[in-house]
């Protein structure tokens, strides 16, 4: 059985930033493997470790700087991996949803995976969308938001639970091959051991451009152009204290005082 | 010209994100000069029907196709709607069976998409608006298209107002019932245990600012100060560090306490969603630029390492040794 994980790394902004043109400056950036993408590699190395022949692939659309992001995977149990970028890719205003679950589709059709789990939303663009698009692109099944997942891999069906708004979760039976977005909370992503990081080092990682999987530079095209972006007018009217914490604290003391929440 | 609109139910009842599609929709089709038509696919449709029936809705689809949402029904239906109304605009929830069937929709049907939409305007072409990096910032988006497909974010639209006009009409489908490759074996309810959070009058309510479960005894000691009742955002939960009912937001409850204090919780629309009813919100937290701080009455821009044992003594609680 072979598993493709999607792995993007994301931006994470500083609390103080700076906006360049139509996107925040990159000193302001910090990059890390996206929160919901570290859940989903851990259950493919976790069914990976409870199945027999279970192989691990990783694939990533992101520059050679995402290789460090690519490496925490690897270290955490995933077989080998594939990054998809070129200077194509690099010179795009934005890769929007279709753009991106073409790229991954191309990649999953020369993998032929069982099984591809990606993560309910990437934390800095939060389309939400990525994975149920790649479904549709390949003809699998999918589930989104799934936070169980039990396999059975002779029947061909993955029973997943699917949280639901407002603390009520599906149950549903997918048929194999299926995409399903892992939700944060399905299981406990491990760190990464010493001897996983120096194993890491020697896996594959392979490097596609758009030729390479027999795509043209039109898959960046768009009809969504990116035309602006700011800082959101704080709505906010809140009184905020300032002072060192004693003082601050003597005012939210005061606070709850006055409004008679609390004695004492 | 069309805008068509799909509700959104479960367990027998309209979702309120189906009446706020009605207000974003009624909006779009002003800015279009287009009708609105709303599609209702399974469970009672002619119970949904009355209640869909509100201000600005032209036309109501009636799908009678099983009971609950399963996303195979649903977009073989939806793409057979759009196929005979030929809409502009294909307006769904973001909400999580919208993200179970709005990708494949616009995949299937080879139109762009635009998911949780904040804002709409214009129309030649249309520019949306939404967020990214956790809402530090908005972006707006042209879409070069004559049809396109966006998913609309929770109460970010009032609800349309009752007493619509609509002309109702049922659709005929024709499901291809080999294709349906999910099947829903029933529900669940999560989270129960012995705190309801949502009975509280004042919460305490801990983030991932907390940085590691053994500092989670400095905010239990607050609690206990002030008497309150301890809550969190959802990474807490997710590391296993408070049990699940203590979770506040989408996926967890929604509370309404006299006074919120969120502390180390940057605000993310999920958690938002849980707790905005609130009668006073209080932030701490670093960050001046967290979203929390548009929601919030009053705030501390501290590092709560220092705030919150300083305001443990201000009751006279001890402050534990973390
Ligand atoms: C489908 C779905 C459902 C979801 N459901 C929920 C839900 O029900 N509830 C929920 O909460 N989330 C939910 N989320 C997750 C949500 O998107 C956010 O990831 C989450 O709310 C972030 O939690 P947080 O604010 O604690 O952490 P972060 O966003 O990481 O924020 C931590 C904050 O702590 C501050 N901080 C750090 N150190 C300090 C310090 N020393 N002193 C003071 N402040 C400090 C930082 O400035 C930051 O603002 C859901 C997501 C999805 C996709």
Redesign the pocket.
């Given at each position: 059985m072979k598993i493709l994980v999607t792995v993007k790394e994301v931006a994470e902004v500083d609390?103080e930033f700076d906006i360049s043109g139509l996107d925040i400056a990159e000193s302001s950036l910090e990059y890390d493997l996206n929160?919901?993408d570290d859940y989903a590699v851990e259950e493919a190395v976790q069914t990976s470790e409870s199945h027999d022949d279970v192989e691990v692939v990783t694939v990533t659309v992101g520059p050679e700087r995402a290789e460090e992001t690519i490496r925490m995977a690897l270290a955490k149990g995933a077989d080998r991996a594939i990054r998809v970028w070129d200077d194509t890719l690099e010179d795009a205003q934005f890769l929007d949803v279709e753009t991106k679950a073409e790229l991954i589709t191309a990649v999953a059709e020369e993998e032929a995976p069982d099984l591809v789990l990606s993560g309910?939303?990437a934390?800095d663009d939060?389309n939400?969308a990525t994975g149920v698009a790649v479904a549709e692109e390949l003809g699998f099944e999918w589930a989104a938001?799934v936070n169980h997942l039990e396999l059975d891999a002779d029947a061909e069906i993955a029973s997943v639970r699917r949280?639901l708004e407002g603390g009520i979760e599906e149950l549903t039976d997918v048929e194999l091959p299926a995409v399903l977005t892992i939700?944060?909370g399905i299981n406990e992503p491990r760190y990464a051991s010493l001897r996983g990081i120096r194993q890491a080092q020697r896996k594959p990682l392979e490097v596609n451009s758009l030729e390479d999987l027999g795509l043209d530079a039109g898959v960046v095209d768009s009809p969504v152009e990116r035309t602006s972006m700011y800082e959101p007018e704080s709505e906010s009217d809140a009184t905020v204290w300032e002072g060192s914490p004693e003082e601050t604290a003597g005012e939210l003391a005061a606070f709850l005082r006055d409004k008679g929440v609390v004695d004492g | 010209m069309t805008v068509l609109a799909v509700a959104e139910h479960r367990r027998g009842d309209l979702r309120d994100v189906s009446f706020e599609l009605v207000t974003a929709g009624r909006e779009l089709a002003d800015e279009l000069g287009s009708d609105l038509a709303v599609a209702v696919i399974g469970g009672d449709v002619e119970g949904f029907v009355e209640e869909l029936n509100r201000e600005g809705v032209d036309t109501i689809y009636t799908v009678a196709e099983g009971e609950e949402f399963n996303h195979g029904i649903y977009a073989q239906t939806i793409e057979q709607l759009h196929a005979e109304l030929d809409p502009a605009a294909l307006l769904l929830p973001n909400s999580?069976n919208g993200l179970d069937y709005a990708p494949a929709v616009a995949e299937q049907l080879d139109l762009p998409l635009v998911t949780d939409v904040i804002a709409l305007e214009g129309s030649d072409p249309v520019e949306v608006t939404r967020e990214q990096y956790?809402g530090k910032v908005e972006i707006t988006y042209d879409i070069g298209a004559e049809q396109y497909v966006l998913t609309v974010r929770p109460a970010e639209w009032p609800t349309a107002t009752a007493g619509g006009e609509a002309t109702v009409e049922t659709f005929e489908t024709d499901i291809d019932e080999g294709a349906l490759g999910t099947t829903v074996k029933g529900f669940e309810e999560v989270g129960a245990g012995d705190v309801d959070i949502t009975e509280a009058e004042v919460l305490v309510s801990?983030?991932?600012?907390i940085?590691e479960e053994e500092n989670i005894p400095l905010i239990e000691a607050l609690a206990d100060a002030l008497d309150a009742t301890l809550s969190?955002?959802?990474?807490?939960v997710d590391n296993g560090w408070l049990p699940q009912n203590r979770?506040?937001?989408?996926?967890?409850k929604v509370v309404t306490p006299d006074v919120y204090i969120a502390?180390?919780?940057?605000?993310?629309?999920?958690?938002v969603?849980?707790m905005k009813g609130s009668d006073t919100i209080v932030a701490?937290?670093?960050?001046p630029n967290?979203p929390?701080y548009d929601i919030a009455d009053y705030g501390i821009v501290?590092?709560?390492?220092e705030?919150i044992p300083a305001l443990i003594e201000e009751f006279g609680g001890d402050v534990p040794d973390i």
């Open positions: 609390d929160e919901w309910v939303q934390g939060a939400g938001v949280e939700q944060t | 999580v956790g801990i983030g991932r600012g940085e969190s955002s959802r990474p807490i979770q506040v937001g989408q996926s967890g502390i180390g919780i940057s605000g993310a629309v999920q958690h969603a849980g701490i937290n670093t960050d967290a929390i501290d590092d709560l390492f705030v």
